[in-house]
């Protein structure tokens, strides 16, 4: 028997399987690589909502999660397509108009001098007829 002309790659006598060893590291390394780049590509439209600061990043980001645990890629790809799409911000502008109207609203007219309102002064009844009794004011309790 010859042991020094078989290749390397067999396995000694001494029991250690050097080619297995190196093939579970690459293995590994290989499931964790593809893992990573999986994840990354997943994670994709969330992280370019988040990136571009959109409105709809909560929705994009739901719409991952979707796909994920579904696994059905329309999910994922209508969160990539809301991603690279720019919602117009209605919310804005309408709170602009909101509070212009506000002050619109509590604004007086030009020129208009809006007197204090004046506690309602009482005259005494007439000495022959006799004092209701006080009614209750609106809005008191």
């Known amino acids: 028997m010859a042991p020094h002309h078989l290749p390397f790659y067999l396995a000694p006598g001494s029991g250690i399987d050097t080619l297995m060893?190196?093939?579970g590291v690459f293995l590994l390394g290989t499931v964790l690589w593809v893992g990573t780049l999986y994840w990354k590509l997943?994670?994709?439209?969330?992280r370019m909502a988040h990136k571009s600061q959109k409105l709809q990043f909560e929705f994009v980001?739901?719409?991952g999660l979707i796909s994920l645990f579904t696994h059905m890629h329309i999910f994922w790809i209508a969160g990539l397509l809301l991603a690279m799409?720019?919602?117009p911000?209605?919310?804005?502008?309408l709170r602009s108009i909101a509070g212009s109207v506000e002050r619109i609203a509590e604004a007086t007219p030009a020129g208009e001098d809006v007197e204090p309102e004046r506690e309602a002064v009482t005259t005494p009844p007439p000495a022959d007829k006799p004092v209701p009794a006080k009614a209750k004011e609106p809005g008191h309790a």
């Open 89 to 93: 911000d209605f919310g804005t502008p």
């Open 85 to 87: 799409i720019d919602l």
């Open 42 to 46: 997943h994670s994709l439209p969330e």
């Open 21 to 23: 060893v190196v093939m």
């Open 61 to 63: 980001a739901v719409l």
